[in-house]
């Protein structure tokens, strides 16, 4: 890093000298025409260029799902990801996707099994990073600074909350309901949409709640070093960004 360099000449990923714009979420959720106020944040080429595949891995994992792939949003942005899928260099993709399909049990709230449905395995690491990016460009952006490469940024998904223990899920629903009475910023049809606030003044703690597709959500604290061993013992979690 180039300890003259300004933070504008920085990555706000990794703190070495940036040479290109990053779009933040990744660009390629959106179907064309993009929208004219989409967030770029200042980038290396190693961090923008060496993501790009995660990016289109969270695409088509957003408009697999049914509840956001059957969205007016999603509808078009599937057609996108189906003529992707049909090229050739798309074949290796294709069959770690048909390879992860696995039959999953639908009961109802009561415990009561309705059957079947096909799902999918998801590379919970690879969306992480994804998501992970996110957050530390939408710091950037609101806080005019970096957030420190040692945070540790807890992630939480739909999926996730669901199965914690009532005591952390009664923390983090505060957590949630703080971030999510703040401002909402909306980007496209409601493909993005995201709200923040700050956990603690003195330190570089906050939360991030997004949504895309109006039906897939994400909770990221982002816990500084010398917080992050009571954060993690106090949500039980194993699951922080990789």
């Given at each position: 890093m ?10 706000v ?26 967030v770029?944040?200042?980038?290396c080429?190693s ?5 790009s ?29 189906r003529?992707s899928?049909?090229r ?6 294709t ?9 999953k049990?639908?009961q ?11 799902a ?9 990073r ?7 460009g939408?710091?950037?952006k ?10 540790t ?20 629903g ?14 496209g049809?409601?493909?993005?949409e ?17 949504r ?7 909770f990221v604290?982002?816990?500084p ?9 106090a949500l039980?979690?194993?699951?922080k960004?990789?």
């Amino acid at each position: 890093m180039n300890a003259n360099a300004k933070t504008d000449d920085l990555c706000v990923y990794c703190g070495a000298d940036a040479t290109t714009d990053d779009h933040i979420p990744p660009k390629t959720i959106f179907s064309n025409p993009r929208p004219s106020n989409l967030v770029t944040v200042r980038s290396c080429k190693s961090c923008n260029g060496g993501d790009s595949k995660d990016d289109e891995y969270f695409r088509d994992i957003l408009v697999f799902r049914e509840d956001s792939g059957s969205t007016p949003s999603g509808e078009v942005l599937w057609e996108t990801v189906r003529r992707s899928l049909h090229r050739p260099q798309a074949r290796r993709f294709t069959q770690a996707l048909a390879n992860a399909m696995f039959d999953k049990e639908i009961q109802t709230p009561n415990g009561i099994l309705l059957g079947s449905a096909p799902a999918i395995q998801i590379k919970r690491k690879r969306i992480n990073r994804v998501i992970t990016r996110v957050t530390r460009g939408l710091y950037f952006k609101h806080f005019g600074h970096t957030m420190p490469v040692s945070d540790t940024l807890l992630i939480y998904s739909d999926d996730i909350v669901d199965k914690f223990p009532p005591a952390v899920s009664d923390m983090l629903g505060e957590l949630v309901t703080i971030t999510t009475s703040q401002p909402h910023h909306i980007f496209g049809d409601n493909v993005f949409e995201y709200c923040y606030c700050r956990v603690d003044h003195d330190s570089t703690c906050s939360a991030w709640a997004m949504r895309f597709f109006s039906s897939v959500y994400y909770f990221v604290v982002n816990v500084p070093s010398n917080y992050a061993e009571l954060a993690m013992d106090a949500l039980s979690l194993d699951h922080k960004a990789g």
